[in-house]
């Protein structure tokens, strides 16, 4: 039986952000799945601020520190499914920090989230790297896509 996949966004309380093109990415979150040979189940992307993501991380993870993003992943055998928190407060900040987009930013955030459900680590020096390439590679993917749309 083929299950269909669900991709969502949503807002936290307080935060009102709304995905441009989300066709788009979607297709852009599909194909990144494709590529790496994995099954989507669902997956929901939930736009927050910082309140909202360190009362989480206090919560769940018994960290008391800002972060950008909480992947909660609910994947049974083959088929992935989980929810990616992102605070847009965080995404804002690195984004001034490091000079660049906001949408540009957020995208390398979302693909993070997207990694840690394929099942990609960032807790050693060698991981981190791999990790950040495969960003590259899903920012590249994204710049693709949406460049044939327009």
Known sequence: MHTATTINFYNSDN???????????????????????????????????????????KTYLKHNTLTDIIT????????????????????NENAIKYK?????????????GILHLIGYTDKTNAECLDMRRKEDDCLILWSKINKCST
């Open 15 to 57: 935060t009102k952000y709304k995905i441009k093109n989300k066709h788009l990415v979607i297709k852009w979150i599909e194909e990144i799945f494709h590529i790496e040979n994995k099954k989507v189940e669902s997956i929901s992307f939930v736009f927050c601020n910082d309140t909202f993501l360190l009362n989480l991380n």
């Open 72 to 91: 909660f992943d609910y994947s049974e055998g083959e088929l992935l499914s989980g929810d990616i928190f992102i605070s847009l407060d965080r995404v």
């Open 100 to 112: 660049l987009h906001f949408e540009g930013e957020l995208f390398r955030v979302m693909a993070h």
